[in-house]
């Protein structure tokens, strides 16, 4: 063996080892089944007693993302730490990274857990977004609108997500009223893109910069939570190849390591990102039964210093999302949905249904993709 090679070895972390993980919300529990599929113990962080990642661990640190106590256990305990959501505190990241492997590290996290911070970075990085400017007082309003045209969206630069803290504005009078509406926190004005379709690139970079690149997945909203993923996008081949080449040039210039996901807007034929999650994403769950290796074990490999897996995409597929919506009338139908060979159903264990909130998801697997979109659509409906 070549001593590269001994080295190489070294920095494995294998079966059997402890991994942490910051937030026990459903990407975390994920993450938490795959590295326990794999033979690791997983210990979460997180405050909620019943949190999905939590149910799953091996060990439930059941206390704040800033507690000392707590990230001192993790540390000592973890032979390496990733996270499932961007608003994690860069300072407890940077913490941990003094007792053992973070990935992926506080100064990427950061980039991605402030819209103004991450628009005016992929802008200066050379990258194609929606016009924006950044409002961090009312008399910025008039300049921004200026600047964007209109319609507008005002966007809170942090903690919004599934288009919370978001509102579509057309005139200075009502941006007036949204910026006071979310109490004059920093906010990003973006143009109103009229939108052909959504797509998202979900990939996995490892320490020596390789990458795995998913399939290209179309995204549709409704309300401004993700409804369906439908792989492959129905967009042209060179379109698909340059949202992942984007992507993975998005990935190396932030240095990323571990997975992360790029969604782009398609408009006038061409892409404009939109945004992007230092983490696996919701677009990328069709992975865990249409691809030889999912996300979430991906997430696993790259934080363990394995070689990355074979993202290739086995069957065309439908992801839709299972929103507590439907636990309103007398619902959900599990029977109808469990009636179909070709459903993969996961829930999330989460104990409080409400509007909006995601429960779970399906993948709905066919060799022909509009057979799988009908189903799909059909579930929505019969659940
Ligand atoms: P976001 O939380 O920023 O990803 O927004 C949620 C959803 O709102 C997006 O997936 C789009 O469907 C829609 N949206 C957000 N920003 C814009 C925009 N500038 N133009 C048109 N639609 C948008």
Redesign the pocket.
Known sequence: MSSKAVSDTKRLILPGATLGILGGGQLGRMFTLAARTMGYKVMVLDPDAASPAGQMADVHVQADYTDPAALKKLGASCAAITTEFENVPAASLIELARHCRVAPSAAAVAIAQDRGHEKTWLADSGFAT?PFALVNSEADLEAALAATGTPA?L?VSRF????KG?ARVATLAEARAAFQDFGRQACVL????K?ER?VSVVLARDDAGQCALFSVAENR?EN?ILDLSIVPARVPGSLAQQAREVAQSVAGKLGYVGVMAV?F?VADGGLLI??VAPRPHNSGHYTLDACVTDQFEQQVRVLCGLPLGDPRLLSPVVMLNILGDRWNTNGPHWDALLAHPNIKLHLYGKQAARPGRKMGHCNVLDADLDAALRLAEQMRDAL
Do not use: S
């Not at 919004?160 to 288009?163: A, I, P, Q, T, V």
């Not at 973006?190 to 893109?193: K, M, N």
């Open positions: 929606a969206l966007k919004g997500y599934d288009g978001q973006e143009g109103f893109v939108l959504e909203h401004g969604e807007f939109n945004e």
